[in-house]
């Protein structure tokens, strides 16, 4: 697999060389950093966490709803040992961290934190990191939106807008983009809501 250039115009070649040596900083995206990014990144991978599970059980006031009718987002649960998240690493060179970090922070501003969790990948190469930081809204955060149905969640994405676009936009881009990078992987949660919209989309 080559660098990821698309988005790092500015980084020449012997930039991409000393920054995988040095860098230091590894993002893991499970959202929509895995399809939208807007920050620079050396190098991606596709791969996974363990021990969570990623649910849409996070409101979200901001970018895909409102402080008055906020949509639903994923966040991560601890689940058993042996659960997988499949998602994107993305290597941060040192002179970005700082300005990385904070556009995220602000991003992630409505109940995540970050946590520090092993990475695992099935891709063969010298620069895989062992560990990476994930933004996680635990069910202690002011936006926790808690379990419900399929489609109670469905019918509430269904009506929801904010500053990034709509809600159900948010799912039917997870959806492809985990068929994409772990074509062998069942989310069911994931999947059944994606079906769950569809149907409500379709009896417009």
Known sequence: MKPDKSENSHINDNDLSNGLKNHMFWIFGYGSLIWKTNFPFIKKYPGYIKGYIRRFYQFSPDHRGTNDLPGRVVTLLPSTNESRVWGIA???????????????????????????????????????????????????????????????????????????????????????????????????????????????????
């Open 90 to 204: 993305y290597a941060i060179d040192n002179r970005d961290i700082d300005n990385v970090c904070a556009g995220l922070d602000l991003r992630e501003r409505a109940g995540y934190t970050k946590k520090v969790i092993q990475f695992h990948t099935k891709t063969n190469e010298d620069q895989i990191p062992s560990e990476v930081t994930v933004y996680i809204a635990d069910e202690n955060n002011e936006w926790f939106a808690g379990e419900a149905s399929i489609q109670q969640i469905a019918s509430r994405i269904a009506v929801c807008r904010g500053t990034s676009g709509s809600n159900p936009e948010y799912v039917h881009k997870l959806a492809a983009e985990m068929r994409r990078i772990a074509p062998e992987e069942d989310d069911k949660h994931l999947f059944e809501l994606e079906m769950a919209l569809k149907s409500i989309e379709n009896s417009y």
